[in-house]
Each structure stands twice: as C-alpha cells, then as structure tokens.
C-alpha cells in the first residue's frame, strides 16, 4: 500500500532535573555542594531513507515521543540523556510545520537528516551554582519542556522520466513491459491511483528510472480528479515522457489530448511545463493508428514516437531518447532541492 502525505504530532523528550546535594563523607565535616546535572531530553528525528518509498509506516501512529532526560544525582553524578525518536522516512520527503505552513525541510539525499523537535535542557544542580559567595546553595533547576510541533509528511517522488497522459493512455502497460514493475492494469479510467516506479535497462551499464503517475483529466491543475497529488510527484522528474492513445478505438483527438494535459502544467508551473518533454503514441498496432500518428507529428512540428507496448515495437528507440535528454537535464544541474 502507497501513502505519500500524513500529519503526525511530535513530542520531544523533558530536560531532567538537577539534584541539590551535599558531600557527606566521613572526616569532611563541611563537605560542600555536589548535585549534578540533568540529562538532555531525546530530540525527535527524520531521516531519509531509500529503503522505504511510501510514508505508510511512519503515518500509522498520529502521535511520537522522545525519551525524558535522566535526573542529576549526587556526587556530581549527571542524569543520562534522553533516547531520541528516529523516524524512517523516503527520500523526496517534504517536511512543513502543519501549523504555520512553512517547510522545515526537503529531505532528497539518503542520511539526509532534520531534528523537528529539539528535547528539553537538563536542570543544573546545586553544585553548578557554587561560588566564593554563596558556597552552600541549595537550589536546583528543574529540566525544560521539549519542543511540541505538529508536521504534515509530503511525499514527491523520486524519477528521471514520469510517463505523463490522460486515463487509459498505456502508461502501466508501457512501465509494466520495460521494467519489472507490476501497475495495475485495466480497460476502465484511474486503474493507477498512487505512482509506481520501475528501473528499465537502456543498456549493460545505464539504466532509468521510470514513474507511472497517476492520469491528469482537465481541471487537475485546480484539484480535480487526482489533481495536486499527482502533480506534486511530477516535480521531482527531469524528464516527461508524454503518452497519448492512437489506436483506432481512442475517443478523443490525440492533437487535443496533447493541449489538454500541457495546460494543466502550464497553469501548476511553468517550471514544470517547460521540463524536456517526449511525445509518445501509443497502441499503434495497425495503420489507422499508424497515420494518427504521423499526422500528430506533423500537427506539432515535433518528433512523436509510435510504440507498441503489447508487441514491444519502438521500445529500444524511444527509452534511448528518454536516456539522452535524462543526461542532459543532469548536466543542467539538479531538480531536486527546491528554489
């Protein structure tokens, strides 16, 4: 099961107390203070992981604590810190302060790391409050209050080429046969409701990696059908890889599929619309299909590239194109760290 956004609440660790002691010793009539410090409280983390790519597991509890920090004793004895509270999370993590709104954090990079609740200070003890004028003190501080917050998780996921295109477009089928990568696949519109990444071969030594996303409908832009949440995965992708059906059966127009979907990216970002982008027609298995393809490219005045996910036809062709424009983008500098 896929999850890429949650909301937790986060509570780090109590500060302990200090101690207020005395040295009492046989022989040392006038032993003087000697109460440590309290431990430091658990800090509570996030790190970034590639061995998990959902937020499932950390969004199955709403609610973590860090340890308290351990009370100063006697004999200058400090309190042990408190244990911290490390939570696992993807790479591509947004991390924002569900309060105020702000991000604290994009999490892109494994070990990557952000201490979103700081654990209380430990209370000195008496001993710290010696000096030549109040050589007995008797008072002690208690450990401060760890930070409370409250966190929204945002998930963007990680891909050089997002395979973009209305419903029923031959996104799974195209992923399904290039990659070991198991979507759902169906004749019925949304069969894919959460991404699905695949790592694809262009040769012995260079690989892709592909994002099946879930399909755009007119209105995304605004939040219809699947909306935001498949366009904030869009972000992370150098490299579009734009689908649209051709085969003799396809109900609407390829020239104003192509429309439909670029302006939805144009009104999300224009960063996003201007990503390099690869025109592909799909289920071009005879030559209705065929001569809709070609007059899509000379409707666009751009190369388009018939395949047959079924039949494997074009397959090669097209994922070294995908791979040559991915190198480029590299070469560009990174997409990932937002500006």
């Known amino acids: 099961m896929f999850r890429d956004e949650c909301e937790l609440e986060v509570l780090a660790g109590k500060g302990g107390d200090g101690a207020s002691s005395f040295r009492r010793e046989k022989y040392v009539p006038k032993g003087g203070p000697d109460g440590g410090n309290g431990g430091k409280g658990g800090d509570v983390i996030l790190v970034a992981t590639g061995e998990i790519t959902s937020l499932l597991s ?3 509890k709403p609610y973590y604590r860090a340890k308290n920090g351990g009370p100063g004793g006697p004999r200058n004895r400090s309190g042990a810190n408190g244990e911290e509270c490390m939570l696992q999370v993807p790479l591509g993590t947004e991390v924002r302060d569900a309060v105020r709104g702000h991000l604290l ?3 892109v990079e494994e070990g990557d790391r952000v201490v979103v609740a700081a654990g209380g200070r430990g209370g000195r003890g008496n001993a710290s409050f010696a000096n030549s004028m109040r050589q007995s003190p008797r008072q002690a501080e208690s450990g401060r209050e760890g930070e409370v917050r409250e966190l929204r998780l945002e998930l963007k996921l990680f891909a050089e080429v997002g395979l973009i295109g209305l419903p029923n477009a031959g996104k799974s089928t195209l992923l399904s046969v290039v990659s070991a990568a198991e979507p759902k696949i169906a004749d019925y519109p949304f069969t894919t409701l959460h ?3 695949g790592i694809c071969s262009v040769s012995h030594l260079e690989t892709l990696v592909l994002a099946d996303l879930p399909g ?3 209105g995304a832009a605004s939040g ?7 366009l904030r995965h869009v972000e992370r992708c150098r490299v579009l890889m734009h689908l649209v059906d051709c085969s003799a059966s396809a109900a609407d127009d390829p020239g104003e599929e192509i429309e439909v979907i670029a302006r939805e990216l144009r009104e999300y970002s224009e960063d996003l619309a201007s990503r390099p982008r690869l025109f592909v027609a799909t289920k071009v298995e005879d030559e ?3 001569e809709r393809a070609r007059a899509l ?3 666009l005045g751009e190369r388009v590239f018939p395949i047959s ?3 494997r036809e074009g397959l090669d062709e097209l994922l070294t194109a995908a791979l040559k424009l991915v190198k480029e983008a590299r070469a560009h500098g990174s997409l990932t760290r937002p500006t």
Not at 224 to 230: I, S, Y
Request: aromatic letters at 4%; a positive charge.
């Open 58 to 60: 950390v969004g199955r």
């Open 105 to 107: 954090r994009d999490l």
């Open 195 to 197: 991404p699905q990444v």
């Open 216 to 218: 755009l409908i007119e």
């Open 224 to 230: 219809a059908g699947l909306g935001h949440r498949f």
């Open 288 to 290: 209705v299909s065929a």
């Open 297 to 299: 490219e000379k409707a």
């Open 309 to 311: 996910s079924v039949q």
